[in-house]
């Protein structure tokens, strides 16, 4: 059974469903594990299962085949902890068609580089993908069982092992994370029907990207190029964090000024507003920076001078060829 204790830095599972009276919810679209909104330890989790998204993406999702919603992906972060999203069809204890949603949350920190977020990341979205999964088959082969299961506090369900370094989901968000972290402003990456859900880079094309962005209702911020490992903006809510500092690049906060260098050990939040607010600011290039630039301008301006007097050659010889070729012409 996953782990809900927040003080332990397992996963943790969440589901939502429709058709399983279970919980305290009363939505349709409700949350079926835990059955109780207070066992929920994160604030990603809390937003998710309260969410008023949920209709224009479920809309979205009945829309797709059962082997397409698994192709789905979606990730949130934040400055504590990532979360990731998973969807698949399968149908409920009425056996109409429905949507099971699972989202696998786990603490992160992005102190040294954040260098664990990308693994952590990738088990988040392992794991969220397989509890997705093998919860729409329970549910497609015996819903009523799984509702008494449920309304016991039992799930059944247990995580697999973490994803290796050589699986492709490993490689797939080790290389988006290290891609983020270029930059400022980023809630989350996810494929478009599930960006509503928090996130505002795409998970996809620069098209999709830019026809999502034209809509008004998304707020789209950029796209992950797949091929080349890169975010790429497309709008100004993304800016690059100085290079300097740029591996620290957790959401929702901005560079101000530099304090006093702090000598206790904090907690990673603390540690990772110190080292944000300490990011270096760009300075003007006066004094011996600027007379070190003066060689490199004058190899520019003569450089510049040279294209230009070849051109002005090839073009007055362009001119002659045709003067004289039209004089033959008329004496002929």
């Not at 797709?64 to 789905?72: Q, S, V």
């Not at 270029?182 to 098209?207: D, K, R």
Request: with cysteine; proline share 8%.
């Amino acid at each position: 059974m996953p782990d809900r204790s927040p003080s332990q830095e397992a996963p943790t599972l969440m589901v939502m469903a429709k058709g399983f009276r279970v919980s305290v919810d009363t939505s349709e679209f409700q949350l079926v594990w835990p059955p109780s909104h207070t066992s929920l330890t994160d604030d990603a989790e809390r937003r998710l299962a309260t969410s008023d998204v949920w209709p224009t993406v479920l809309k979205a999702l009945y829309c797709l085949p059962r082997h397409e919603l698994t192709m789905l992906e979606c990730v949130l972060l934040s400055k504590a902890s990532t979360t990731a999203v998973a969807v698949a069809g399968a149908r409920d204890r009425f056996s109409r068609p429905m949507v099971v949603a699972a989202s696998v949350t786990r603490r992160i920190s992005w102190g040294n580089q954040g260098s664990h977020v990308g693994s952590a990341v990738s088990q988040c979205v392992a794991f969220a993908r397989y509890a997705a999964d093998q919860l729409a088959v329970k549910f497609d082969s015996n819903p009523k069982d799984v509702e008494q299961e449920l309304r016991s506090e039992t799930l059944g369900l247990e995580f697999p092992s973490p994803p290796g370094p050589e699986s492709s989901v490993f490689k797939t968000w080790e290389a988006a994370i290290h891609a983020a972290k270029e930059w400022q402003g980023i809630s989350g990456v996810a494929s478009p029907p599930l960006l509503p859900l928090g996130a505002n880079v795409v998970l996809g094309t620069e098209h999709e990207a830019i026809r999502l962005a034209g809509t008004g209702g998304i707020a789209v911020a950029g796209f992950y190029d797949r091929n080349s490992h890169r975010i790429v903006p497309v709008s100004e809510n993304l800016s690059r964090w100085p290079r300097a500092w740029r591996p620290h690049v957790p959401v929702e906060t901005t560079v101000e000024s530099p304090p006093a260098a702090a000598e206790t050990t904090e907690s990673d939040e603390s540690t990772f507003q110190r080292s944000q607010d300490s990011a270096p600011k760009p300075t003007s290039a006066t004094g011996d920076n600027a007379r070190s630039m003066e060689p490199s301008l004058s190899s520019i301006e003569e450089s510049l001078a040279t294209i230009a007097e070849n051109w002005t050659r090839f073009v007055d010889g362009v001119l002659e060829y045709l003067r004289v070729r039209g004089e033959k012409k008329k004496r002929k």
